[in-house]
Nanobody, 115 residues
Framework: QGQVAESGGGLVQPGGSLKLTCTWT??????MGWYRQAPGKQREWVAFISSLSSSGATNYADSVKGRFTISRDNDKNAVYLQMNNLQPDDTAVYYC????????WGQGTQVTVSS
């Protein structure tokens, strides 16, 4: 079982953008993507991308459709999440994993949306 590492979070004003990066330690053909956990809430899935190719099928939670874009680079064992028009409700720790989860959970990356 491999490990993942997330990066790219930060503090941004409402309407701003961030791009998250996740890398993992071994090649995988599993669907990969992002989860998030806000304070006091359960972890929820955000977006996933299949492994069929670097431009695989994607799936988004309703709350982020039209604002977030997931992409994948199998040559780099990496998945990215471009987040646009961020809102305070997007504040959370963002985690990367397969769906269903397979890798050991990483530490996540904090995204804070606040004016």
């Amino acid at each position: 079982q491999g490990q993942v590492a997330e990066s790219g979070g930060g503090l941004v004003q409402p309407g701003g953008s961030l791009k998250l990066t996740c890398t993992w330690t071994a090649p995988t053909f599993r669907a990969m993507g992002w989860y998030r956990q806000a304070p006091g809430k359960q972890r929820e899935w955000v977006a996933f991308i299949s492994s069929l190719s670097s431009s695989g099928a994607t799936n988004y939670a309703d709350s982020v459709k039209g604002r977030f874009t997931i992409s994948r680079d199998n040559d780099k064992n990496a998945v990215y999440l471009q987040m646009n028009n961020l809102q305070p409700d997007d504040t959370a720790v963002y985690y990367c994993n397969a769906r269903p989860p397979f890798f050991t959970w990483g530490q996540g990356t904090q995204v804070t949306v606040s004016s």
